[in-house]
T-cell receptor, first 108, second 115 residues
């Protein structure tokens, strides 16, 4: 079936560092989404991308929809401890398909 | 946005029993979804539940194992039947809001452990 591959699988960084993670697919999708999941919670939408090449920011987060429509990346600038969590990319068709997730740990 | 609540938030159950999970939302929505998140894994869609019609199940999930009810536009239940330890997961309900962004929101999840 369709699969989204995220990398890296996990990241352990110091507070203040910038973070970059990406998501790739073998198929073309027209809507790419980035979610964050805190422990014990459901995923929360961070950024939605609807147009190939689109670059969208939400505070310290920036995401881009790849021009080929087969990938996307998420950047977090100046990380803080509350950025800890699992970040999922997802694509929207008639349902959401989630990526494999990137676990982010931030050391104060 | 939308407020979604789930009950119970967590439960520990014995093998062979069944558990019904409730999902309540604060606005009327047509499409609701149920997901499973196995330990350390991503989210997998179980089924789509539209009010007034039978739920549509994804490959690998069947109605006998995961019966779903959708009696109105603000409520849905998922039952995990005849449970085994392999059913230990987080179960999340989700809804899709209309409008330009068609954003999908998730409930807090129900953490199920089957002994």
């Amino acid at each position: 079936g369709q699969q989204l591959n995220q990398s890296p699988q996990s990241m352990f960084i110091q507070e203040g560092e910038d973070v970059s993670m990406n998501c790739t697919s073998s198929s073309i999708f027209n809507t790419w989404l980035w979610y964050k999941q805190d422990p014990g919670e459901g995923p929360v939408l961070l950024i939605a991308l609807y147009k190939a090449g689109e670059l969208t920011s939400n505070g310290r987060l920036t995401a881009q929809f790849g021009i080929t429509r087969k990938d996307s990346f998420l950047n977090i600038s100046a990380s803080i401890p509350s950025d800890v969590g699992i970040y999922f990319c997802a694509v929207a068709t008639n349902k959401l398909i989630f990526g494999t997730g990137t676990l982010l740990a931030v050391q104060p | 946005s939308a407020v979604i609540s789930q009950k119970p938030s967590r439960d520990i159950c014995q093998r062979g029993t069944s558990l019904t999970i409730q999902c309540q939302v604060d606005s009327q929505v047509t499409m609701m979804f149920w997901y499973r998140q196995q330990p350390g894994q991503s989210l997998t869609l179980i089924a789509t539940a539209n009010q007034g019609s039978e739920a549509t199940y994804e490959s690998g999930f069947v109605i006998d194992k995961f019966p779903i009810s959708r009696p109105n536009l603000t409520f849905s239940t998922l039952t995990v039947s005849n449970m085994s330890p392999e059913d230990s997961s987080i179960y999340l309900c989700s809804l899709l809001l209309g409008g330009a962004d068609r954003t999908q929101y998730f409930g807090p999840g129900t953490r199920l452990t089957v002994l």
